[in-house]
């Protein structure tokens, strides 16, 4: 079958992204994914492990009410996360009626309730998305208590027994972890410990701020000559190594950073970091996953590139590469697939901000 394409874009388009409003057609484009699966309960994978036939019989909808959809219980977080996102920056976007539907559907306090209630209801529920779908958590309710908008804080309020209970795990679980993980996809503790960062700043959370600064300087203020040259796994959608980067800057002055970040790569991981991940197979649910290393990419070394001096040869080497991985890869986000289609629109917004 012939796919139906979401974009087509010049470079040129791309370099102004960057710098100005993600354009509302390619808003409106991108929004249309996770309206068309948040309610979509099939295919899906739970990863949810049983206790007995009674709860192995249950359907995602009656495991997770609110997040059921998109393929598996993190793409539908994020998916919240994007549409919130497109209303807060494109206020009259011209779906906006369906998107509130939609999210006031989920947004009930019922559901919410329900949801928390999974993480202490079932074996192993405590370290269930752990940390990936936690750190999408914390992003959509920072999304949500940043907004000044009605919506927004009815939105946040009822979002707050689920917020709240993965505060307490991931709480209860940071002094634990006493290795990172460094992987390229859902475990990995740079990402999580980043976005867990951005939302304990966002709320005043000094103690939980510093948790998370102190661990990520346990675990990566001495990394040097990182070898991302053996980056990326056939799978992957995020880089290890970027993310700890990405991380870092957040915690460090700039300068300690810049003086961070010299020792921290050598020209053989820059130059293979720089090259556009091959996906051999957009039907393949795992290959599919180095677009989004793509999209990951360029979110990485621009918040990378932001943090280093303006002449750092890096860093405009970064600032470049980002929007050439958004250029190649935003024209093979398509409607019709689901391999893709059920998460790339949030790498990809996330990536043009």
């Given at each position: ?342 998460w790339l629109a949030t790498f990809a917004f996330?990536?043009?901000?």
């Amino acid at each position: 079958m012939k796919k139906y394409f979401l974009f087509t874009l010049s470079l040129l388009t791309v370099l102004q992204i960057g710098a100005q409003q993600i354009d509302t057609d390619i808003a409106l484009q991108l929004s249309r994914l996770p309206l068309s699966c948040i309610a979509q309960q099939w295919p899906n994978k739970t990863s949810h492990l049983s206790d007995a036939i009674t709860d192995h019989k249950l359907t995602p909808a009656e495991l997770h009410p609110a997040f059921f959809g998109c393929l598996d219980w993190h793409s539908s977080v994020h998916g919240h996360w994007l549409l919130v996102k497109i209303l807060k920056s494109h206020p009259d976007i011209p779906n906006k009626d369906s998107i509130i539907t939609l999210l006031d559907n989920s947004f009930r306090k019922e559901l919410m309730n329900e949801e928390a209630a999974y993480f202490n209801r079932y074996t192993g529920a405590k370290t269930w998305e752990r940390t990936y779908g936690w750190a999408w958590l914390l992003k959509l309710d920072e999304e949500l208590l940043t907004w000044n908008h009605p919506k927004g804080q009815q939105w946040h309020e009822t979002l707050q027994p689920l917020t709240q209970t993965i505060l307490k795990l991931w709480k209860e679980y940071l002094p634990k972890q006493t290795y990172p993980n460094r992987t390229g996809v859902h475990p990995n503790t740079a990402f999580g410990l980043a976005f867990a960062l951005d939302w304990a700043r966002a709320v005043s959370d000094s103690t939980f701020e510093r948790m998370i600064i102190n661990k990520s300087k346990d675990f990566y203020l001495n990394n040097r000559k990182v070898p991302a040259y053996f980056e990326p796994d056939g799978s992957d959608f995020f880089s290890p190594s970027l993310l700890v980067a990405d991380l870092m800057r957040r915690i460090l002055t700039k300068k300690n950073f810049t003086k961070w970040f010299n020792n921290y790569y050598d020209k053989r991981s820059i130059d293979r970091l720089i090259s556009l991940p091959v996906v051999s197979d957009r039907n393949d649910y795992q290959i599919v996953h180095l677009d989004g290393l793509s999209f990951s990419r360029a979110w990485c070394m621009k918040g990378i590139a932001r943090n280093l001096p303006v002449n750092h040869p890096i860093g405009k080497l970064f600032k470049e590469k980002s929007n050439f991985f958004i250029y190649k890869t935003l024209p093979n986000i398509s409607h019709d697939n689901y391999e893709g289609s059920h998460w790339l629109a949030t790498f990809a917004f996330f990536a043009m901000q």
